[in-house]
Each structure stands twice: as C-alpha cells, then as structure tokens.
C-alpha cells in the first residue's frame, strides 16, 4: 500500500529553527509537495521537489532524498503566523497525490 | 481574485438531506480535484476532473456522492441522504495539466455538518 508518515505534533520556539520531516512510500515518484493548512483553512503550497537535494525559498527550505524516501521542510526564523499544519504528499505514479495526516507545529514565545 | 472559489462556505444540514457545494477553479486549470478532509488528517481524494471528463473516482466514495463538471469550468458535487459521517470539510482544488509540477491550488473549502 501507499503510506506517507510525518510526527502528529511538533513545538518549537519563536525565533528558532524546526525541521519536519516526512517518510513515504508510493507507487512511482512523480514530485513531493509541501503544504502549510491553518486552523479551519485551506492547504496553501509551500514547495515542490522531484529532484534530490534543497530546495530554498526565503525562510522555508525543502529536502528531497528519493533513494530513501525522505524529505524535511526546515523552517527557520520562526514566527508566531507559522503555527499550522504542514502537509507532505507525494503524487504518485497516476499523478494522484497521496497525503499525509499532517505535522501541527505549535511556536511559543 | 483570481484563486479557486467555493461556495458555500459553510452548510449545516439534517441528516437524510441532499447538498450541493459549488467550486469555481483558476480560469486556465483544465484539472480539477474534489477531496474530503477531517481534523487530524489529510485531504482524502474524493474525484478529479480533467476538462470536462471526470478520470477517476475514489473507490471509498459512496453512491450518494456525485460530482459533476458540465462545461470543463466550474464544478458541483452532490451529496444525496446526508449522514452525520458527511461531516467534514470538502475542499476543491485545480491544477494546470501540462505544467512541470502540476501543483494543486485549494479553494477555501466548504464546513458540512450534519445534525
């Protein structure tokens, strides 16, 4: 079966750096996509890799290893606005994408 | 605004109902992607239309549920006999096949509760 497995919660400190990081395994690679979900809204894309390597883009960043089936989402400066949900999904050998359940990431002060 | 639409944004019905939810995609996306999601969890793929032929349909998705995209623009998915496991976000996204990512873009999403 397909699987993506992510940590349910993280807690990190305004100001400090966080990784979340996301394991899958799918039938075929065609892209694996980051999104942020806040409370009671909509996913919004972060970031996509289908290569392997980092992906940088302003304080959020994205890595892909697709030989091990991991990838993190690195998000640095933390602000209190990053408290969401960070979704990993992969979109698989149909082009369908498969989900995770989510990351809740909680910044205190 | 030229995002992904959706309306209406919340639905409170009584069970044994039949709902209709409304999305407008981005005007160039030819795909378009109807999912269901729970607290907790991700997105559940629900169905996905590429113009107006819809190509796939989640085997978990009961007959109540039909979805529909008539011109290859705008689409509607309905729920007959509503039951209180309808509960859920139904959220509606689009994409632009041929695009190097394909990257999916969300509506709002519409809240269903079913009393």
């Known amino acids: 079966g397909q699987n993506i497995d992510q940590p349910t919660e993280m807690t990190a400190t305004e100001g400090a750096i966080v990784q979340i990081n996301c394991t899958y395994q799918t039938s075929g690679f065609n892209g694996l996509f980051w999104y942020q979900q806040h409370a009671g809204e909509a996913p919004t894309f972060l970031s996509y890799?289908?290569l392997d390597g980092l992906e940088e883009k302003g304080r959020f960043s994205s890595f892909l290893s697709r030989s091990k089936g991991y990838s993190y989402l690195l998000l640095k400066e933390l602000q209190m606005k990053d408290s969401a949900s960070y979704l990993c999904a992969v979109l698989d050998s149909n082009y369908q994408l498969i989900w995770g359940a989510g990351t809740k990431l909680i910044i205190k002060p | 605004d030229t995002g992904v639409s959706q309306d209406p944004r919340h639905k409170i019905t009584k069970r044994g109902q039949n709902v209709t939810f409304r999305c407008d995609p981005i005007s160039e996306h030819n795909r378009l992607y109807w999912y269901r999601q729970t607290l907790g969890q991700g997105p559940e793929f629900l169905t996905y239309?590429?113009?107006?032929?819809?190509?796939?349909k989640s085997r978990l998705l009961s007959d109540r549920f039909s979805a529909e995209r008539p011109k290859g623009s705008f689409s509607t998915l309905e729920i007959q006999r509503t039951e209180q496991g309808d509960s859920a976000m139904y959220l509606c996204?689009?994409?632009?096949?041929?695009?190097?990512?394909?990257?999916?873009?969300f509506g709002p999403g519409t809240r269903l509760t079913v009393l």
């Open positions: 239309f590429q113009n107006e032929a819809q190509l796939e």
């Open positions: 890799n289908v």
């Open positions: 996204a689009s994409s632009l096949r041929g695009e190097v990512t394909d990257t999916q873009y």
